[in-house]
């Protein structure tokens, strides 16, 4: 392909990407497949010959779109949102046109340093101590076993990662409520999931404090060594926020690392009526929330914030003679910052969400996602049809349809039939999760510009559905 060629195809799909935007609700949010029929429709090998753009892009519009799930639907309800917006894909536009690789301040010093820049002014956004430093990392899973290795190394004295695990007996902690990423990070730092210790949660989902102190003492009684505590501000199923000054003040006292997974509701920080959240961040080791969920840049991009830099450092620092430059005693290379050693330019999208939506712009629109999150749960209550499992603290619902004189169980196969209806019409996608033991649906209001018309749209459907199937 030539310039000439770029720029006709560059500029049709500029065009094309605005129209999808368009009329994105006019696509059902999530396809009705069964699994292999995308895959029948492609070719089993690849061409000799190369194709035109023109076959290509019909090929996307034809077999790759309607088999797509589409994030960016106002009526994507479910998990959490990975939400985005036209100044993020105009950032990632140029970070793939510049197809910069920027592990070493040296390949891209202007890549390094708006890194430092952005990590800083999102620091500063959220509330995060002065003096912590900040890395961009792709998801929030490789940021909690970051975590995990660094204190690994650190109780070591820095010395596994040259002589291996040894048997001392590590022990993490996190609520039953903690992302799954947590265990994950625990079965590949070698420290074992058996040695992940769930501490029980109270009515409303939060860690209880007096719990993983009596099981940390009862643990040092028998000889284990407590690593890190993890705790959650806004647990995946349903935004609870783990007490963390209390938690701190454990970890303080013995000694523990303390981690905070605020991947989702980590967002809502940049408000001031959220601040709350903050308390007893000051005994923290380290921070992780997720600008790629909440915060309308596209994925990935994970906030990464530790109070001890040189602690990450030493725990991933690799420097081959062929990478050592004159530069490194005086630059951040943030290949030593976590796994990876190529890195994709992140902090450009980031650059231009913030700057574009402006801080106050990002706040009005999380207030306004907290807003319609209300709405949508006043508007629940009052149908008569639907209890409300937990008051939304941020724009999580956890909800469903009940009726007088059910069992338990008959409420789960009613509700778990609504939801597989609700999401095969596809005007709205929601999914669930079990509370306490109890099934429970969940609505996220989280689309970058979801408006009170789209949550009306979900009520009716939900309604519509509870009619049909109850
Ligand atoms: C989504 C989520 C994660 C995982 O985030 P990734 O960036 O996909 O790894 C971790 N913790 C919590 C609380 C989450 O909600």
Known sequence: MNTHDFKKYGYQLVDQIAEYFENIDSYPVRPNLQPGEIYKKLPQSPPSNGESMDEILRDFNEIIIPGMTHWQHPGFHGYFPANNSFPSILGEFLTASLGAQCMKWETSPAATELEQIVIEWLRKMICIPEGWSGVIQDTASTATLCAILTVREKISNYKTNQSGISGNKLRVYCSEEAHSSVEKAVKIAGIGSKNLIKIATNDKCELIPSELSRKIESDINDGFNPLCIVAALGTTGTTAVDPLEEIGTICKDKDIWLHVDAAYAGSAMILEEYRWMNKGLEYADSFVFNPHKWLFTNFDCSAYFVKDQESLVKTFQLVPEYLKTDNDNKVNNYSDWGIQLGRRFRALKLWF??????????????????????????????????????????????????????????????????????????????????????????????????????????????????????
């Open 353 to 470: 969400v913030i700057r574009n939506f402006g801080v106050e712009g990002l706040k009005e629109k999380i207030r306004n996602h907290i807003h319609l999150a209300r709405i949508f749960e006043k508007m629940m209550k009052e149908s008569g049809q639907f209890e409300i499992l937990q008051p939304p603290l941020f724009n999580l619902v956890c909800f469903r349809w009940t009726k007088h004189g059910l069992t338990e169980q008959q409420t789960e196969v009613a509700n778990k039939k609504m939801l597989t209806e609700v999401n095969r019409r596809g005007k709205i996608f929601i999914t669930h999760t079990k509370i306490k033991g109890r099934y429970s649906l969940r609505f996220v209001c989280g689309q970058t510009d979801v408006t009170e018309k789209n949550i009306e749209t979900a009520v009716n459907e939900l309604l519509h559905c509870s009619k049909l199937y109850n």
